[in-house]
């Protein structure tokens, strides 16, 4: 299937998160000595600047039809980069066709289309990753190290939040984002499984929650003409059917104690991603956007004359990822953070081993938001278990 160290790719959608995949096969190469090459064959998409696309961001091929594509011998890696409502059938039938897959979160529409998929993948036997790629943003990665180390000591606390505001405006259209029958859910989902994810990676398994959700702008213009990121009114109004905001509380199974907010209406912040860690030993904290590059670290362990929270520059070559890049201290950005995973996505192909994050992984996820979403419901504490 894979041959002469090359692996072939058919990318599916072209938008806002396509345009990040595609900067990551690009570059891939040009940072990280790879084990295996991949060569951009067929971007599948819809519109009419398709074809314009695929010829500038040096695609072989285009089509319009993903069906068509998916199964051809010649394909390798099915990566999809579509609205949730495709994921799960995109996904059973390139793993079918015995091709490894690349899927944006969230996995799947609800619980039994991700089980499915993670069945197939599982029993088929290909690599599968779904788009964490916060896990890999070099601060991250350290942090993860130093609480592996110890630095940290036992975990008390997780406080995650992620914010933006690209819903205030009332006048905003009704967006597929906003729809639930194209996306599953609102920002408890779009964003509230980057921080899930994060939590998990960082703290461990959550046992249960308890959430509140809200729509506050119930009614909306529905799309006249929609593109991606674009969305243009027109006259008519439409029901918004998913929430704007979901916090809730956690228990890990480790004991440590979670706080989550996301939300679509923090004025503001057009893109705030932070995490806050307290520990027995220390504390870690880092700010997401616009300082992606640093983390603060807080030792009990220092002189108690110089205590406080220090902040690394997750910027030298010793740090992950980092030596591939540039100079000490030149940072790197958000399209990065998909090359680094594209990176271990391929070395995983071409190791013959299992990807991490991977289907599993989403699933993980999924249960936890969807118990936020029952305990939303019915008024109460819901373990997660209760969903498996």
């Not at 997780?158 to 729809?179: C, E, T």
């Not at 439409?238 to 979670?258: I, K, P, Q, W, Y």
């Not at 740090?319 to 790197?332: N, Q, S, T």
Request: proline share 4%; aromatic share 10%.
């Amino acid at each position: 299937m894979v041959k002469n160290g090359r692996v072939n790719i058919c990318q599916i959608g072209h938008k806002f998160i396509g345009k990040a995949h595609n900067y990551a096969y690009t570059n891939v190469g040009m940072f990280f000595d790879l084990k295996l090459r991949p060569v951009k064959k067929v971007l599948c998409g819809l519109g009419e600047d398709l074809p314009k696309v695929a010829e500038q961001w040096g695609w072989e091929e285009y089509s319009a039809d993903w069906r068509e594509v998916v199964e051809r011998p010649d394909i390798d890696v099915v990566d999809i980069c579509a609205p949730s409502v495709l994921h799960r059938e995109i996904a059973v039938t390139a793993a079918k066709a015995g091709k490894h897959v690349f899927c944006e979160k969230p996995l799947a529409m609800n619980l039994e289309e991700a089980r499915e998929m993670v069945m197939v993948v599982e029993s088929v036997g290909v690599v599968n990753a779904v788009g964490f790629n916060y896990r890999k943003v070099p601060a991250i990665a350290l942090a993860k190290q130093l609480i592996e180390e110890g630095a940290v000591g036992r975990i008390y606390h997780f406080r995650g939040i992620y914010s933006q505001d690209w819903l205030v405006d009332p006048g905003f259209p009704l967006a597929w984002r906003l729809r639930k029958k194209d996306a599953g859910a609102g920002a408890s989902w779009d964003l509230g499984a980057h921080v899930v994810d994060l939590a998990r990676y960082l703290v461990g398994e959550i046992k249960e929650v308890v959430g509140s959700q809200a729509t506050f702008i119930k009614q909306r213009p529905v799309a006249r003409i929609e593109d991606g990121l674009i969305a243009i009114p027109g006259d008519a109004i439409g029901e918004v059917d998913v929430d704007d905001a979901s916090s809730f509380l956690a228990r890990f199974e480790n004991g440590a104690m979670g706080l989550f907010e996301v939300t679509r209406y923090g004025t503001g912040h057009r893109n705030q991603n932070r995490i806050e860690i307290y520990g027995s030993e220390g504390s870690l904290v880092w700010e997401g956007f616009p300082r992606m590059n640093d983390l603060l670290f807080y030792s009990r362990k220092d002189p108690s004359h110089i205590q406080g929270f220090r902040t690394i520059q997750v910027g030298e070559a010793i740090h992950p990822y980092v030596g591939a890049y540039y100079p000490a201290g030149h940072i790197i950005g958000f399209g990065e953070t998909f090359v680094n995973e594209v990176l271990d996505f391929l070395n995983a192909i071409a190791e013959g081993k299992q990807a991490s994050p991977n289907f599993h992984d989403g699933l993980r996820c999924q249960e936890i938001l969807v118990a936020v979403d029952l305990s939303v419901q019915e008024r109460r504490w819901v373990k997660v278990d209760e969903l498996r």
